[in-house]
């Protein structure tokens, strides 16, 4: 910065926008849905390095042959949510329960950074293992209504 020269009565400005370097491998995506025959359940939810990935038994239970499709897998996502939040809270916090995020740097871990950039935007200042669900249901779009619409819908239809 000592080489840096500028004429008088010049303004500088910064920007706290972050720009997208491409360093993420998946800079846009927090899910991945996956086919895993091998696994021992229905559902196995597994948190990688960038994305939380959801491990279907059998593709039947993706509901892919119905109409929205992607409603009816939002209980999948909310126990994906929960199972990164509680990682988030033993990865960030001295005490393994809370996580106040103004008082945290940003995290390193792929998938805990995006969780702490999603949580901010909503303007949630603070995780723990009383509050998981209610920082779900901020930073989700009311998941669970929305599936619980499509299941109402789908009664009243007869289908």
């Known amino acids: 910065k000592d080489q840096i020269i500028l004429p008088k009565n010049t303004i500088l400005g ?25 696994i021992k359940s229905d559902i196995e939810i597994e948190l990688g390095s960038e994305t939380i990935i959801i ?15 992607s409603s009816l897998n939002n209980p999948y996502v909310y126990m994906g949510l929960q199972k990164a939040l509680y990682r988030f809270i033993i990865n960030n916090s001295e005490d393994n329960y809370e996580v106040d995020l103004d008082d945290i740097d940003p995290p390193t871990n792929g998938l805990d950074l995006k969780l ?13 293992l009383e509050n998981i669900d209610e920082v779900i249901y901020t ?14 819908e789908m009664g009243s239809n007869g289908n």
């Open 14 to 38: 910064f920007s706290n926008t972050e720009i997208l370097d491409g360093s993420n491998a998946k800079p846009l995506d927090l899910f991945e849905k996956k086919i895993n025959t091998n």
């Open 55 to 69: 491990n279907y038994k059998n593709e039947g239970l993706q509901f892919n042959s119905l109409p929205k499709s």
């Open 116 to 128: 702490y950039n999603l949580m901010k935007i909503k303007m949630v200042s603070e995780v723990s």
């Open 139 to 152: 930073i989700s779009d009311r998941i669970l209504e929305r599936f619980s619409i499509v299941v109402r």
